[in-house]
């Protein structure tokens, strides 16, 4: 096949000893960075991206771009398609499976049930159907979602907290999936890190996402929404920056114990991990939009709405202290630098693609 050459070139680690990790949804905004710091560090990358159509794929190929420079292949394919996880099992020596494919967005699920399903819930068995049955199985972490914790208004959320109220058939999908995971632990023995992620953003962002499309809308003059709680409360989010979110992948890459696989070995002795990956200190979306004027030096036209019964929660807090103790995760970017370096992407992206557009 035309990639299985790229394939091999992408996924042989630079450093001895190497891992070498298949990348799901790594033209995706998470995927990107976990893809590159991989790399940067010596790992084998294979990347996998079905290159849906939920935002702009042409930020998708840009992202494609970036990583190809780096010397990481993307094979464009879905993780519904057996047979070529299969074939990318055969070909490649993969120890680490990093699942980051998924269809993400709380919103959008009120038209686009399916697709979640699809992804999230159907693409995640057949992926760990596949691993299940290489040998020697491969590590996995995959990303699961604050939104699990969905109505519990006990914070910060820890993983200990109560999961059985999702706000959103987003959520829904991802405590499946944790679900899921656990059951191809208790019986294939395979070793799998569920990691929550609380409300990622930084450059390469996604577009669909609040600190995205307010920057958008602030630079065009355009209105943006604020939403309230019932008792006039800005809606608030545990922003977390995206570097931050790759150290605590790579860590929960790096300290998974190895799979035992179901043959004969003691039920119990592969590892199944859930971690809060967050920054512990949530910011109300009012407080973002102030810090945005100030970095955009543009005042925003701003209106204030009661939250709709669409998906999204009141609030997000994050406590950290396992992921502290078993990954040595600590985030360290607070939500002005981190919109600083958003900013700075943000504009100098679209002054390129614009004259791209224009050449
Ligand atoms: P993203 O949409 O930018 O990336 C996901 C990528 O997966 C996309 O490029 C998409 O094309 C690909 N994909 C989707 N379905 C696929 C399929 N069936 N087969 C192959 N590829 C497929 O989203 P992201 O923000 O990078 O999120 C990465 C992961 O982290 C997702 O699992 C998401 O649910 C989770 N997560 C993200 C956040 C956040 O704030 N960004 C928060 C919590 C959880």
Redesign the pocket.
């Known amino acids: 096949r035309y990639w299985e050459k790229k394939v091999l070139k992408s996924a042989t680690p630079k450093a001895e000893p190497g891992i070498t990790v298949l990348v799901?949804?790594?033209?995706?905004?998470?995927?990107?960075h976990v893809s590159l710091a991989l790399k940067r560090r010596g790992d084998g990358v294979l990347g996998?991206?079905?290159?849906?159509k939920?935002?702009a794929t042409s930020l998708?190929r840009a992202r494609q771009q970036i990583l190809e420079r780096s010397g990481v292949f993307i094979v464009e394919?879905?993780?519904?398609?057996t047979e070529l996880l299969k074939k990318l099992f055969e070909t490649v020596f993969i120890t680490h499976v990093m699942?980051?494919?998924?269809?993400?967005?709380v919103r959008y699920a009120m038209q686009n049930p399916r697709?979640y399903v699809?992804?999230?819930i159907a693409?995640f068995v057949n992926l760990l159907e596949v691993c299940k049955s290489v040998n020697p199985q491969p590590v996995i972490v995959?990303?699961?979602?604050?939104?699990v914790y969905g109505l519990n208004s006990k914070v910060p959320f820890s993983e200990k907290d109560r999961t059985d109220q999702p706000a959103s058939l987003?959520a829904a999908t991802?405590k499946a999936g944790e679900a899921i995971a656990h059951t191809y632990n208790h019986i294939y023995g395979l070793s799998i890190t569920g990691l929550?992620?609380?409300?990622?953003?930084g450059p390469w962002?996604?577009p669909d996402?609040a600190y995205f499309f307010f920057t958008k809308n602030i630079m065009k003059g355009k209105e943006i929404g604020i939403f309230e709680t019932a008792d006039r409360k800005s809606v608030a989010r545990d922003f977390?920056y995206i570097d931050d979110i790759v150290k605590g992948c790579l860590a929960a890459l790096d300290t998974a114990k190895k799979s035992t696989g179901s043959g004969g070995k003691k039920r119990g002795e592969a590892q199944f991990r859930l971690y809060n990956l967050g920054n512990t200190s949530p910011v109300p979306v009012a407080k973002l939009v102030s810090i945005l004027e100030k970095v955009l030096k543009v005042k925003a036209k701003k209106k204030v709405l009661p939250l709709p019964r669409n998906g999204d929660v009141e609030f997000t807090h994050a406590n950290i202290s396992l992921a502290q103790r078993d990954l040595g995760y600590k985030p360290t970017v607070d939500l002005e630098t981190g919109i600083k370096k958003f900013v700075r992407w943000y504009l100098s992206y679209h002054s390129s693609s614009r004259k791209k557009t224009s050449s």
């Open positions: 799901t949804g790594a033209a995706g905004f998470v995927g990107t996998l991206d079905n290159f849906n939920y935002y998708k394919g879905d993780i519904n398609d699942h980051l494919a998924a269809q993400a967005g697709s699809d992804s999230n693409g995959w990303a699961s979602s604050s939104s987003y991802k929550r992620f609380f409300t990622v953003y962002g996604r996402m977390t």
